[in-house]
């Protein structure tokens, strides 16, 4: 896997993010990739090579050990961080699709034209929808593939022996040991205390999204409740102005209407 273009990928979706996404993303890097890059994939390097087992039955040895692990550890960890990221590309696909909808606005109708999109990274319209169900799908896969781990090894722990019984071609019950099991029991709650980190940053982030939008739609029916009344009142107002107003006096027009014409010298 080329680490280098899956940090520059995600490092874009880092400016249309959320104070809770880039602290997600911070801790996807920091207690995640790096972990499994630096240290993770040691420790699981020697898992099949020194799982013994206390027969000589050809084949036993392999067999017990795909029953127990089905898939490897640090396999399902590097699938988890591709499945859980990808949902981010759906935000910068959105925000690239704007982009060009915009370029080829300003090119058919020129560049004095009145923009599409304010800012095309913002946060509202479809692209609020895009980025909320980016998030929906990051949640749910990170709670897959923790109930897949945990049903896999029925738990987070590691034991120090298995028992191989009645597996073919095995031919009674076989004790097997795991190599440095208390180690890869730290990383496994490592991995797995990251990942509760991140499902925990998810949801708040959820939360805020949505939170956010109906402070926005109340903040708007008030705005417009407000410009109306005022409207209203600026009516009233200039009714009473025009009813206070004095008319014509009728009797100051009889007196001019008698006085007689004087014609100047």
């Known amino acids: 896997m080329d680490w280098k273009t899956f940090q520059a990928l995600l490092s874009g979706v880092n400016k249309y993010s959320t104070a809770f996404g880039r602290i997600w993303l911070s801790v996807v890097f920091v ?37 127990f692990f089905p898939i490897s550890n ?50 509202h319209g ?54 440095r099991p208390t180690e890869k029991k730290v990383f496994t709650y490592f991995m797995v205390g990251a990942s509760a980190v991140c499902i925990v940053l998810t949801i708040c982030e959820i939360c805020y999204l949505i939170s956010h939008r109906i402070m926005q739609g109340l903040g708007k029916d008030k705005l417009s409740r407000g410009n109306g009344a005022s409207s209203s009142t600026c009516r009233c107002h200039h009714k009473l102005v025009e009813a206070a107003e004095p008319g014509p006096n009728l009797s100051d027009a009889k007196v001019q209407a008698s006085a007689p014409k004087l014609t100047p010298i």
Not at 93 to 116: D, I, M
Request: aromatic content about 14%.
């Open 126 to 179: 479809g692209l609020w929808w895009t980025y909320l169900l980016s998030l929906v799908f990051k949640l749910i896969i990170e709670l897959l593939f923790l109930y897949v781990l945990h049903t896999l090894w029925h738990g987070f722990g590691m034991p120090r022996l298995v028992q191989c019984a009645s597996v073919a071609p095995c031919p009674n019950t076989v004790d097997c040991y795991i190599a």
């Open 74 to 123: 640090i396999r399902l960890w590097a699938l988890q961080l591709i499945f859980v990221t990808c949902p981010s590309l759906l935000v910068i696909l959105h925000v690239a699709y704007r982009e060009e909808r915009e370029r080829k606005h300003r090119q058919k109708y020129g560049e004095q034209c009145t923009k599409l999109y304010s800012n095309t990274g913002k946060k």
């Open 31 to 67: 207690f995640r990739v790096l972990v499994y890059v630096v240290a993770a994939e040691r420790v699981w390097g020697d898992e099949q090579k020194d799982f013994d087992c206390n027969t000589r039955q050809p084949g036993c040895t392999n067999v017990c050990y795909d029953h």
